[in-house]
């Protein structure tokens, strides 16, 4: 198979993967949704920032170093794996002992009462019950340490097949593991499992995935272990690690401040918030992550070329993102009432105010891959750690002034942020923020134009809200496509006709 045939096959794979396992996951999360309390949710948000920064360290950057490196040897690949190994047991054993103190910070009285009544009606064995007479959050973080421990023996064979750009074992073992563990998920918590559901969900498609990947891939580790290719991995790997920890501190920050200042409830409905916002961001993201940064890094060389890649890549993607976070943001209540529920209600403010930090987040990242294509790690460390600093003071600010206030703060980090991102852009291919901005003013005012015609919908017409939520993405989207239609907007136009392309026969190739 040729480069370009393997490339486009990973490009279709990738993007099935990413499309199949988080629509499973929102799905399931809509089930649960209506099974469980926000309290519930907010309880595993609350231990989101210390999982999040015990995976960076169990990786410490060294696999996505093995992705990066070309001669890469089965000495390196056992490396790493028993470094993975070594580090999953020892952040898991930390993050227990640190379990009665975590639980003690975030202590939920009410939560307890639940989790001693679940105790003795759900279980009489007097060792498993027992477990149950702790605080909830300890508790949970004992299975949240043993599902990173669990998920460090799968972390190679991820790596091999993201290297290989075998996205489609990859889409098949998350499938897999999505589809299994959220329907336990859900027979748990009808069952009245509560918060234990979402726990057993995560740790029930660790196990899958790791075990499927065992299965269907290979590779096996030899009984090798070298300081010296540990050394040399972590050279690249180690300035991942250090951005990564910035990056999570900033994204878990909200969790445990939320959960500190206010309630699991309050921290319920954030949570529940942007995993709606993130539903259609995420999948752009994610597939934009996968694509952008090999195209930019193969044509880093011509300056000309690259800008003129970031430049139709950029139009494309906000051609699809703005609309879609508008829209979402005129729907917000019929959706929040149709799929979840009124109990959800008071998430509704919070995710119209994060759709405005999500219309802008393809700029950041489509920026940052740039960056890395040519090979300016050094500033993008530089980058990381100034918007770090913005959005940390802005966040923290806003904590004094409700919830709501905080979802504001990232729209206000996402503005500020956005001229930082692409100042090196603007240096390096003369494609500043200025020139950004102008080239998505037309998909703005199209979209603009959209949520007019469909807002006074949910204002002056009261009826069912399942009826409502298809009228107005219905009208939204005739609406859309029209406008870009008559205005011909060079995005559209180009999505036009490679739709029209890839429908008609291709007699050269």
Not at 299 to 314: Q, S
């Amino acid at each position: 198979m040729s480069l370009t045939h393997k490339s486009l096959s990973a490009v279709l794979w990738s993007g099935a993967d990413v499309f199949l396992r988080q629509g499973l996951q929102f799905f399931v999360s809509i089930l649960l949704a209506r099974l469980l309390s926000p309290e519930e949710f907010g309880l595993l948000a609350i231990l989101s920032i210390f999982t999040g920064i015990a995976t960076l360290f169990i990786d410490s950057g060294l696999n996505s170093a093995l992705i990066q490196r070309q001669d890469i040897s089965r000495k390196d690949e056992s490396t790493v794996f028993f470094f993975n190994l070594a580090a999953g047991l020892l952040v898991a054993l930390a993050l227990c002992l640190s379990a009665p103190w975590i639980a003690a910070f975030f202590e939920q009285p009410a939560l307890q009462e639940k989790n001693h009544g679940m105790a003795s009606t759900l279980f009489s064995t007097p060792w498993i019950a027992s477990f149950f007479e702790q605080p909830v959050l300890q508790s949970l973080t004992y299975v949240m340490a043993l599902n990173l421990f669990v998920g460090s023996f799968g972390s190679i064979q991820g790596v091999l097949l993201t290297k290989a750009l075998d996205f489609k074992t990859l889409m098949k073992t998350n499938a897999v593991a999505s589809l299994l563990s959220g329907a336990l998920a859900v027979f748990l918590a009808w069952k009245g499992f509560g918060v234990w559901s979402l726990a057993l969900q995560i740790l029930v498609s660790t196990l899958i995935s790791v075990t499927l990947l065992w299965l269907w891939h290979p590779w096996r580790p030899q009984w090798i272990f070298s300081l010296v290719s540990l050394r040399s991995l972590f050279r690249f790997g180690g300035f991942m690690l250090l951005s990564g920890l910035l990056d999570t501190l900033y994204t878990r920050l909200y969790s445990v401040i939320i959960g500190k200042l206010y309630s699991a409830r309050e921290l319920g409905f954030y949570t529940r918030a942007d995993n709606i916002q993130q539903l259609p961001v995420g999948v752009l993201t994610n597939v934009l992550n996968r694509v952008a940064f090999p195209v930019f890094s193969a044509a880093a060389a011509d300056k000309a070329r690259l800008a003129l890649g970031m430049r139709k890549v950029l139009r494309i993607i906000m051609l699809f993102n703005i609309p879609a976070m508008l829209g979402l943001m005129a729907v917000a209540e019929p959706l929040v009432i149709t799929l979840i529920g009124e109990k959800w209600l008071p998430s509704v403010p919070i995710l119209q105010v994060l759709c405005l930090a999500g219309m802008m987040w393809p700029l950041h990242v489509l920026n940052l891959n740039v960056l890395m294509a040519q090979g300016h790690s050094n500033l993008f460390f530089r980058v990381e750690i100034l918007k770090k600093i913005i959005a940390i003071i802005a966040i923290v600010i806003a904590s004094f002034h409700g919830v709501l206030a905080i979802a504001w703060s990232q729209v206000v980090a996402s503005v500020l942020c956005f001229p930082i991102n692409a100042h090196y852009t603007g240096i390096f291919l003369g494609y500043s923020a200025w020139k950004q901005t102008l080239d998505i003013l037309p998909y703005l005012a199209v979209s603009v134009l959209m949520i007019s015609a469909i807002w006074p919908i949910h204002i002056y017409f009261t009826f069912h809200p399942a009826a409502q939520l298809g009228l107005m993405t219905g009208l939204g989207a005739f609406v859309y496509l029209l406008a870009c239609r008559l205005f011909r907007l060079t995005a559209f136009n180009e999505s036009w006709t490679l739709l029209v392309r890839r429908g008609s026969p291709v007699r050269n190739l």
